[in-house]
DNA sequence: AAGTGGTCTAGACCACTTG
DNA sequence: AAGTGGTCTAGACCACTTG
């Protein structure tokens, strides 16, 4: 019920990106104009030219005028470009996992997270704190906030066992990603947990994440900022 | 003479920017409707509306359905995923662009920088020290020590007029870097150039770029952490 | 109830690229 | 000349927030 409509526009981007995941639409393909997908579609020519116009602006796409729209060209990313399982990345530099799970409740969710993750005001958002550890140091606090929708069981998981990303990834696999990284100082719960104290500047990367069906879940990752950075090559 | 006529949207963006950068219109103020921008400007509704999504998107918007649209608190954010220029940055929230020249010497390579940038200990190496300002604060500061063998005349330049990444990407054309990013709390001379105090955490990146002759510069960037951070989109 | 943003339509004229 | 994307209009209905 209340099952919001789901706009043409998102319909026809969904449309175009299956077409170019299971590859009948190539790199450097043509993709139909903005006319032939408003007939095909029955709708008007504003409401396609949005899909095609946010898809290039994802990247998806590239568009010249006169020429017309094609597949953009697949571009490689490196390593701060990537979001991995914290698990995986610590056992690679070779030291020991292991994770403590603090808090998963359901709890109501505020205006500002009703926003983050396209839900009402009031209704109820799983949460998950657990708290990671490189060779039995704590390295990283990951605070989580799950959308029941596209999750219903997150509650019914141990995450001291598997972590977030990893149930997650099975669940409701990882399609778009936005990070904002900040230097911070944590309040005094989370310093507790990371054994700081309130002076010592934390990075903080603030992350979205995306499934097919929609937002997924926010998570605040906390850490001391002399035990953790991030990284990243580039090349042009 | 080919004067491309300027949009419509474009116009209104313009205005709408210049109202944020003057201070006219402060943090969370009320932005004028997509109704009253259509009739102040005499254009549709849909074209006053296109000039305030594309600011949202831009980060300088906060829009609500149903109680309007309001400038974003404000805080700079960089892209993790390329290397540009501060002051095209800075210029493309709206913002306006200064820069300092504080240093900019020879000085003897230690043994880490030696290893970094491909040079011997005890040779020369070039050191510009510039803090960069969005409108009049402190928001950056740019330490960065480059080759003098892929760039002989970077002592010649006045880094007020030119940032050294300008510079540096006609010199030496940027074909790979790598970042580290990482919170720390800043020397008290960086503390004192960015105004902050030496409790502030700060976000700090550490920028190795190559040109296809070599390692052209080391830079370290330092920017208060309430003030500035580091932001990517991923689609998968 | 009034105002706001979100979506959508069915047209229009234009600049540009392609055959 | 035909097709394509870029801009724009003047409407419409809807969901949502605010007074």
């Known amino acids: 019920m209340t099952q919001v409509k789901t706009a043409k526009f998102t319909i026809i981007k969904d449309h175009i990106c299956k077409m170019i995941e299971s590859g009948e639409w ?21 409401t396609a030219r949005r899909a095609l116009q946010e898809l290039t602006e994802q990247g998806l796409l590239v568009r010249t005028q006169g020429a017309g729209t094609f597949v953009a060209t697949f571009k490689s990313q490196s390593s701060l470009l990537e979001i991995r399982n914290i698990a995986d990345e610590i056992q690679d530099r070779g030291h020991q996992h292991h994770a403590q799970q603090i808090e998963l409740i359901a709890v109501d969710v505020n205006h ?12 109820n958002v799983y949460y998950s704190e657990v708290l990671h550890f490189e060779n039995n140091e704590p390295i990283q606090l990951e605070q989580r906030y799950v959308n029941p929708k596209l999750v219903p069981d997150y509650l019914q998981q141990n995450f ?19 990070n904002e990284v900040e230097a911070v100082l944590a309040n005094h719960e989370t310093c507790s947990h990371l054994l700081i104290d309130s002076t010592t500047p934390c990075l903080q990367v603030k992350r979205r994440t995306w499934s097919s069906k929609g937002v997924v879940s926010l998570a605040i ?11 990243s090559h580039l090349v042009f």
Do not use: C
């Not at 993709?31 to 029955?42: G, I, M, R, T, Y």
């Not at 990752?221 to 990284?231: S, V, W």
């Open 160 to 178: 001291a066992d598997i972590t977030p990303h990893e149930y997650l990834s099975s669940e409701a696999p990882l399609t778009e990603a936005t």
């Open 26 to 46: 190539l790199q450097h393909s043509k993709v139909p104009s903005e006319n032939v997908l408003a007939e095909q579609f029955s709708v008007s020519r504003m």
């Open 112 to 123: 500002e997270l009703a926003i983050l993750l396209g839900l009402k005001e009031g209704e």
């Open 221 to 231: 990752l906390t850490a001391p900022g002399d035990k953790y950075r991030l990284g």
